[in-house]
């Protein structure tokens, strides 16, 4: 169907900037199909090649697709209006379960440190954060000889696919998978290549067909997976290390959940010649502590903190310093595994409870559980009326199956019996029988 808004503009910067407002003010939504190149040219009196570079600087910026005989249409997730700040209108009587957040009762307190003046041309990581990186990575199979610093997991993964592809490479990607990398990769200009994953991580097949088609990168969640909570297994690292060998391709592992994601790290850090390993403070010590630690190859590493001169120039080590003295504090990390501890049994419980009432539920390790459904809509509205909220799946999927990602943070053992009462009377449907 045509669209109905009218797009404008003599040159190619004006006419992308005129579609990008249509879809910020909501009026060219997801999936909406721009005009053919020339009916647009026609209709704004310009040359066929100024709405072509419309388009593709559209393209570049992550607001539209083209996907040939569909033309070009605004992205399902376009960078303008990122899928996860497309928050649910969750009303007042609904406990909201749909977050991703950790519980802010169990993170730790944060003092204010104080530390040396740190003055333009000194080093950009504190020695002691340096340090402590170093000894924790090493101590979980992940070289650390080159290190940087980065302002959380997806600034790390952006300077590092930054630093090493062009728009246009193709990104193997976990489906269902982080919204935030997906809307990322857009906005690079990079195409996802979805890659399946089941409870102990990404499917070799799957990642052998992606190497296969070309992928220039592959992302891989070591464990809390958003949105499954798969975490990469032993057996299966030995498997993907096995595809990954020597390969050219640029491996990016997001660890964001290492202090609470209840299972041990498996790393595939180094198989490849060019690495990055990346473990954000976010979701055991609060998001507010903007920092992770970014080990990698020289050449990458140099390659994202070079860039990083250019821009912020460094993290704080205001944060840096706050970040240490937590790791160093004996409460901070009787917290942190009191909040291990919680997370899982909310996890455990649900997924048990679930599979009580006959429902499939996936939920490993980290903050959440996953659960096949087999119509999104109808679940969700169920589980409304029922007075729980769950985030939809069809924020997460590139092809994967339907789902519902329920965040099992601030459940209290009192809430999961009837939280998996309405999950099973969702998943049936209206007028079904057991599952």
């Given at each position: 169907m045509a669209v109905q808004y009218r797009i404008s503009g003599e040159g190619a910067e004006a006419i992308a900037a005129s579609v990008e407002e249509g879809i910020a003010d909501g009026a060219l939504a997801p999936g909406a199909a721009l005009p053919p190149i020339r009916g647009l040219a026609q209709q704004l009196g310009v040359n066929p090649n100024t709405v072509a570079a419309a388009y593709r600087l559209l393209r570049d910026r992550g607001a539209v697709e083209s996907s040939g005989r569909r033309g070009t249409r605004v992205r399902d997730r376009p960078a303008t209006t990122p899928r996860s700040l497309r928050g649910l209108a969750v009303p007042p009587n609904v406990r909201d379960l749909s977050t991703g957040n950790p519980n802010p009762a169990l993170l730790p307190v944060i003092a204010a440190v104080p530390g040396p003046v740190v003055l333009y041309g000194d080093p950009p990581i504190a020695p002691a954060l340096a340090e402590h990186a170093a000894s924790e990575l090493a101590a979980d199979g992940v070289p650390a000889d080159h290190l940087a610093v980065t302002s959380g997991?997806?600034?790390?993964?952006e300077r590092v696919l930054s630093a090493q592809l062009r728009p246009g490479d193709r990104v193997a990607v976990e489906d269902p998978g982080w919204p935030n990398l997906l809307d990322l990769l857009g906005a690079l200009g990079l195409t996802p290549e979805p890659v399946g994953v089941d409870d102990d991580g990404p499917l070799p097949a799957d990642l052998a067909r992606a190497l296969r088609?070309?992928?220039?990168?592959?992302?891989?969640?070591?464990r809390a997976q958003n949105p499954t909570g798969a975490a990469v297994s032993a057996e299966r690292a030995n498997v993907l290390r096995g595809l990954l060998d020597e390969s050219e391709v640029l491996l990016i592992e997001d660890d964001h959940g290492a202090a609470i994601a209840g299972v041990p790290l498996h790393p595939l850090a180094g198989v490849t010649r060019r690495w990055a390993f990346v473990r954000s403070a976010a979701k055991a010590y609060g998001p507010d502590l903007r920092l992770a630690v970014l080990a990698g190859d020289q050449r990458t590493v140099e390659r994202v903190q070079g860039r990083q001169r250019l821009g912020p120039g460094w993290v704080s080590h205001l944060l840096q310093n706050v970040a240490v003295e937590l790791w160093d504090d004996?409460?901070?990390?009787?917290?942190?595994?009191?909040?291990?501890a919680a997370y899982r049994a909310a996890r455990v419980g649900l997924c048990t409870a679930l599979a009580d009432r006959g429902v499939v539920a996936?939920?490993?390790?980290?903050?959440?559980?996953?659960?096949?459904?087999?119509?999104?809509?109808?679940?969700?509205?169920?589980?409304?009326?029922a007075g729980w909220a769950a985030a939809p799946g069809a924020r997460f999927r590139i092809r994967g199956t339907p789902g519902l990602r329920v965040t099992i943070a601030e459940l209290a053992p009192a809430d999961v019996g009837p939280l998996a009462?309405?999950?099973?009377?969702?998943?049936?449907?209206?007028?079904?029988?057991?599952?």
């Open positions: 997991a997806l600034d790390g993964i088609r070309g992928v220039r990168a592959v992302v891989v969640t070591s004996a409460a901070a990390a009787r917290r942190v595994a009191d909040a291990e996936h939920g490993r390790s980290g903050l959440n559980v996953w659960i096949p459904v087999s119509d999104e809509a109808v679940a969700m509205t169920a589980l409304f009326a009462d309405a999950i099973a009377a969702a998943v049936r449907g209206p007028g079904r029988g057991s599952v």
